[in-house]
């Protein structure tokens, strides 16, 4: 028993781990049994008001299914290079509109660059790319080069635009990438509604400036929210505008980002524009992401209960008592500022609260309420988002913006983005800025803050610099958003396909049919052929499929019909290592050895011939998910798993139940 202490222990910690990790996949079918089983509507959503976190919780871990198993919409949408062309093209004629159509004509039957048969065309018809587009002093290679590179961009910003919209639109595990050079592939697992998805899709980016609403105004409008949600009147609010009862804190955050006029020159030139006149700037809060201790006092109950900080609350009490500023929290810095947090796990359920009737018809029309895009906090390792309270008008349209660009401020090494306007918006700008100095402005992105810097003084001129940008990637990040309302490229829908659910669930059905006549038929092999060792042999075949299975959900991958596949194939040479074994055992023990080391003996002379086929069949799958697609990558996925799950059960477990069955002094084990 002692040689197989660090066994028993290492199988049963591979078995608890899995156990642990498939927990919320249980978790999840319980909890739609239950809201199948409610009677309406209103009492599913008090149902998930009430366990909205756990059940939010558990179908993010969970084992998710797949488009071809969950029904859906699977989708190639391109940007449409040929309008981009058009849009960059600083002088437009005959010869371009017919080169540009003999070019889209050409590239309908093969996977050439738009932009490169677009040049073959024009240079056929004595033109070059320098004719229409660059300055008279670029080359075409540096034309081309940079028209590629807008076609680049475009697809980044619709990445990031879809993204946006299916994260607002609700669909579950949604898959989003680039393919190819101006393709981006969708894939949105149980959508049923196509038609408003594809509108969705397709639908042009809308970025807007918007005023952030004054703190005291929106506190207002907050308790009257709390109220009403606890039940209460909501004639005894107190009329004053005041933040008097707002708890204190004593975390401060300076001050980090701002948007200084710059010049149209270069680089250079702004930086020095920036360090002559840094008055006329935008800075906002710092959102970079904060640690625990920056936002200690969200999680205290006196924040949860503005109009009483002297009160300790329980959570219990504080949800009744309080339930709008228990899910929306409230942080006060030194300065006076005020922003609001909302936890990850309530974020879908503040939303439906805003979306109902009677919470709408308490706030102001002139006023709405946005999330902010990325979590700009953790608290014990949950996101937590802000929420802003903002004018329901925009002050300002993404379509003034003619050009955004990410860099690095030489004049002190940070990250800043480059923000130029149109003449009618450097106008409107200037009117903007000059009217609402210490005040936020939000910028939007398909209702969406990015960003919601506080104006310092009046920006003239169209040309800003945003500063304080945590790193690179959030630069380019806003970048990009402040792009998707300036030079949009329309994507068109290339390819489309959906999958019904009724499909889906056959299926499933069919998938788990044929993985369980699989299972059976095998355990029934190994039991009928050899007997007492069949049946072990068997329930380590129980332990391969369980470990593959919490593998899966310990990565939170997604199953699919291929992935099942290579479930099955791997049930199927799950026992060959144990015939292998079994089979030298019997040799052995006709040669006359005794039954202890018959196994040993089994089990050594085995052993590389199990690891030299399973080792290869490694590799194939690994060069297979390398090389192959997606449903390709799945079976290989699963595959691979399934087979590093066999070495281990058939030499370990096994091996330890023969052992404790001879170390017992049993010399008679039926190997068929």
Sequence with gaps: ??????????????????????????????????????????????????????????????????????????????????????????????????????????????????????????????????????????????????????????????????????????????????????????????????????????????????????????????????????????????????????????????????????????????????????????????????????????????????????????????????????????????????IWLVKESERKSVMRLLDRKEIQDLIPGDMEFVFGKEADFLDEGEKIYQLYAVKKEPELTGGVVVNARSNIDPANNQAVVYMEMSSEGSADWARITGSNINKKIAIVLDNVCYSAPVVRSKITGGNSQIEGMANIQEAKLLEIVLKAGALPAPLKIAEERTVGPSLGEDSIKAGLFSSLAALFLVALFMIVYYRFSGGVADIALMFNILFVLGVLASFKATLTVPGIAGLILSIGVAVDANVLIYERIREELGAGKPMRTAIEIGYKKAFSAIFDSNVTSIITGIILYQFGTGPIQGFALILIIGLVANLFTAIVITRIVFDVLTEKGKTQINFG
């Design 1 to 338: 028993m002692k040689k197989n202490r660090f066994r028993i222990i290492l199988t049963l910690s591979f078995l608890l781990l899995s156990l642990y990790f498939l927990y919320p996949t249980y978790q999840d079918y319980q909890y739609n049994q239950e809201m199948k089983n409610l009677k309406n509507a209103e009492d599913s959503a008090a149902y998930f008001d009430k366990n909205g976190s756990d059940i939010l919780k558990a179908r993010d871990n969970k084992i998710k299914l797949g488009l071809d198993l969950q029904g859906g919409m699977y989708v190639i949408m391109e940007v449409d290079v040929a309008k981009l062309l058009q849009d960059l093209a600083k002088r437009k004629d005959e010869i371009f509109t017919q080169a540009l159509n003999d070019a889209i004509e050409a590239t309908k039957t093969s996977d050439e660059n738009l932009i490169d048969v677009f040049e073959q065309k024009l240079t056929a018809k004595g033109l070059s790319l320098k004719a229409y587009f660059g300055e008279i002093r670029d080359d075409d290679s540096k034309i081309r080069s940079d028209l590629k590179s807008e076609v680049d961009n475009s697809i980044d910003r619709a990445v990031q635009v879809v993204r946006n919209r299916i994260d607002q639109y609700g669909v579950s595990e949604p898959v989003i990438q680039k393919k190819g050079s101006n393709r981006l592939v969708v894939e949105l697992p149980g959508v049923s509604n196509t038609e408003e998805v594809r509108k969705l899709l397709q639908g042009t980016a809308l970025l807007e400036f918007q005023l952030v609403i004054d703190p005291q105004i929106a506190y207002k409008v907050m308790e009257k929210l709390d109220t009403y949600l606890a039940g209460g009147n909501l004639d005894s609010l107190n009329k004053a505008d005041s933040l008097k009862n707002l708890p204190k804190t004593t975390t401060n955050v300076n001050d980090t980002s701002a948007i200084t006029e710059t010049k149209k020159d270069t680089a250079k030139s702004k930086s020095k524009e920036t360090k002559k006149d840094t008055s006329k700037n935008i800075t906002k809060k710092d959102t970079s992401k904060k640690t625990d201790s920056n936002i200690a006092s969200t999680t205290d109950s006196n924040v949860m209960n503005p109009q009483d900080t002297a009160a300790q609350m329980t959570d219990e009490e504080a949800k009744v008592k309080h339930p709008w500023f228990y899910k929306v929290r409230l942080q006060q810095y030194q300065d006076g500022s005020v």
